[in-house]
């Protein structure tokens, strides 16, 4: 199977560290992916892991241990516009479609 | 540059009609996805293109369910005889590479059907 896990919501205050957890599971591995996505609009590309270890782009971290088969991003000094869902997703066996978890939706309060 | 384009944004349908959703992909961009994202879940993989090659059809939900893309750049969607259950975005990615491995997909807005 191709079972991809998160958390289905998250709240967090301003200015602080959050991290929002995925497991998966998956015959065969090809890249660990997060995207953000505010309500009514497309899904942006956050991150890609493919090796296990921590990737930072600026306030945006994402980690990736594949013998786990577990990821999660850090957002470090949250700003209200981080406020939106964060979809964890692999790629699948055959093409380059993507597997995606339900999404963890992230409320970030004053 | 333009990003994924969709059309229309949103579309109020009356169960059991035939409904048509447009895709226009980046400029050059080989690879074509389509998926469907229901309120409050991830989107879910419904078909792939290659150029105008259909090459994964696999998460069409049923044979209602039709895509085509026959000149290798703009794509369509089409329901037929919708159900309320096919309420939902569906949204559009495009990728500029046919390799299967690291390949970021771009996507568009969405169309939101709602099957009343």
């Known amino acids: 199977g191709q079972n991809i896990d998160q958390p289905t919501e998250m709240t967090a205050t301003e200015g602080a560290i959050v991290q929002i957890n995925c497991t998966y599971q998956?015959?065969?591995?090809?890249?660990l992916f997060w995207y953000q996505q505010h309500a009514g609009e497309a899904p942006t590309f956050l991150s890609y892991?493919?090796?296990?270890g921590l990737e930072e782009k600026g306030r945006f971290s994402s980690f990736l241990s594949r013998s786990k088969g577990y990821s999660y991003l850090l957002l470090k000094e949250l700003q209200m516009k981080d406020s939106a869902s964060y979809l964890c997703?692999?790629?699948?066996?055959?093409?380059?479609?993507?597997?995606f978890g339900q999404g963890t939706e992230l409320s970030v309060k004053p | 540059g333009a990003g994924v384009s969709q059309s229309p944004r949103y579309k109020v349908a009356k169960r059991g009609q035939d409904v048509a959703l447009r895709c226009d992909p980046i400029?050059?961009?080989?690879?074509l996805f389509w998926y469907q994202q229901a309120l409050g879940q991830g989107p879910e993989f419904l078909t792939y293109?290659?150029?105008?090659?259909?090459?994964?059809k696999s998460g069409l939900p049923s044979d209602r369910f039709f895509a085509e893309r026959p000149e290798g750049s703009v794509s369509t969607l089409k329901i037929q005889r919708t159900q309320q259950e096919d309420s939902a975005v569906y949204l559009c990615?495009?990728?500029?590479?046919?390799?299967?491995?690291?390949?970021?997909?771009?996507f568009g807005p969405g169309t939101r059907l709602t099957v009343l």
């Open positions: 998956t015959s065969g591995f090809n890249g």
């Open positions: 990615a495009s990728s500029p590479s046919q390799e299967s491995s690291y390949n970021e997909q771009f």
């Open positions: 400029s050059g961009h080989v690879s």
């Open positions: 997703a692999h790629l699948g066996n055959q093409g380059g479609k993507l597997i």
């Open positions: 892991n493919v090796l296990d």
């Open positions: 293109f290659q150029n105008e090659a259909q090459l994964d």
